[in-house]
């Protein structure tokens, strides 16, 4: 490559535009990386906001299959308590664990209606 010489004032008018366009380029470089910073950011926010909405933990009482979430257990809204039966419920971390340990859901007596 064939390298041209300039006078100094030409030359000083090219290193100006080199170091417009090269601290351009680090402009959009630096602006991208941001923009894939931020956008890792609200992946994260929203897989962990997922996480927390699904259910993890199993109870059963006869036929009937209830779940919580690490969500509904901060808030303490879940089922307590068996709909039919009244009987306290007790959560297992898996459906088979749930299965092996369920018992028939038993009507209500009559004292309770």
Known sequence: ?????????EQALLDAARVAR????????EAK???????????LQ???ARRERTPD?????????YNRSPRTRANGSFW??????????????TYEEAKTNNRECQNPSPARL
């Open 1 to 9: 490559m064939q390298t041209q010489l300039h006078l100094t004032f």
């Open 22 to 29: 090269d601290s351009l380029a680090r402009a959009k470089a």
């Open 33 to 43: 990386r941001q923009a894939e910073l931020d956008k890792l950011g609200r992946r």
């Open 46 to 48: 929203r897989e962990t």
């Open 57 to 65: 933990q199993v109870a059963l009482c006869g036929l009937y299959y």
């Open 80 to 93: 307590h308590n068996c709909v039919r039966c009244g009987k306290a419920l007790q959560y297992y971390d």
